[in-house]
T-cell receptor, first 116, second 114 residues
Framework: AQKITQTQPGMFVQEKEAVTLDCTYD???????LFWYKQPSSGEMIFLIY??????QNATEGRYSLNFQKARKSANLVISASQLGDSAMYFCAMREGNFGNEKLTFGTGTRLTIIP | EPEVTQTPSHQVTQMGQEVILRCVPISNHLYFYWYRQILGQKVEFLVSFYNNEISEKSEIFDDQFSVERPDGSNFTLKIRSTKLEDSAMYFCASTQSDRGYGYTFGSGTRLTVV
């Protein structure tokens, strides 16, 4: 079974609109973390936001927020007021494992295109 | 802001040749990782490294691969005899000892095997 599922291979969104990128996860570890990364066409992996499984509040970083629904095992990324520069691949990833050995498992990604 | 630095950004090599990909993790980080992304696919874990030894490795990380921290700053991935299917983007990452924050990726090395 996939540990991280991103069901939207591609999305087109009008500039200035909000966009939600879906991510569901599967783990039996009570302590885990969820990440979102942005990968522009240049290829680098840019950290956007992090949510720990014990965090009480949803994470926010500027225009990015993470809609964390633990019972549903979902961690959707919300980008408010989208900009042309938001066009990129977006990956959801999960940290599991023993303390200090925090390998990430990635989803297949969503390609977001912002339309002017 | 501290960065993970990877060199070279792009390397072309002939099949069967050895390559060494280099990384300089963030200076106060203790845990180091290599990941691979074949073009158009998801990012895959290769190996984690702590206290001068491998903590965990994936099925991809076979005997052709090795990692080393030769000095206090560099972290290298060596592929002994490259195959065409080793063509990919290779990312180095490092973390602090606390969980979650601080998981930083380098900008990657694009390896092309011809």
């Amino acid at each position: 079974a996939q540990k991280i599922t991103q069901t939207q291979p591609g999305m087109f969104v009008q500039e200035k609109e909000a966009v939600t990128l879906d991510c569901t996860y599967d783990t039996s570890d009570p302590s885990y973390g969820l990440f979102w990364y942005k990968q522009p066409s240049s290829g680098e992996m840019i950290f956007l936001i992090y949510q720990g499984s014990y965090d009480q509040q949803n994470a926010t970083e500027g225009r990015y927020s993470l809609n964390f629904q633990k019972a549903r095992k979902s961690a959707n990324l919300v980008i408010s007021a989208s900009q042309l520069g938001d066009s990129a691949m977006y990956f959801c990833a999960m940290r599991e494992g023993n303390f200090g050995n925090e390998k990430l498992t990635f989803g297949t990604g969503t390609r977001l295109t912002i339309i002017p | 802001e501290p960065e993970v630095t990877q060199t070279p950004s792009h390397q072309v090599t002939q099949m069967g040749q050895e390559v060494i990909l280099r990384c300089v993790p963030i200076s106060n980080h203790l845990y180091f990782y290599w990941y691979r992304q074949i073009l158009g696919q998801k990012v895959e874990f290769l190996v984690s490294f702590y206290n001068n030894e491998i903590s965990e490795k994936s099925e991809i990380f076979d005997d052709q691969f090795s990692v080393e921290r030769p000095d206090g700053s560099n972290f290298t991935l060596k592929i002994r005899s490259t195959k065409l299917e080793d063509s990919a983007m290779y990312f180095c990452a490092s973390t602090q000892s606390d969980r979650g924050y601080g998981y930083t990726f380098g900008s990657g090395t694009r390896l092309t095997v011809v």
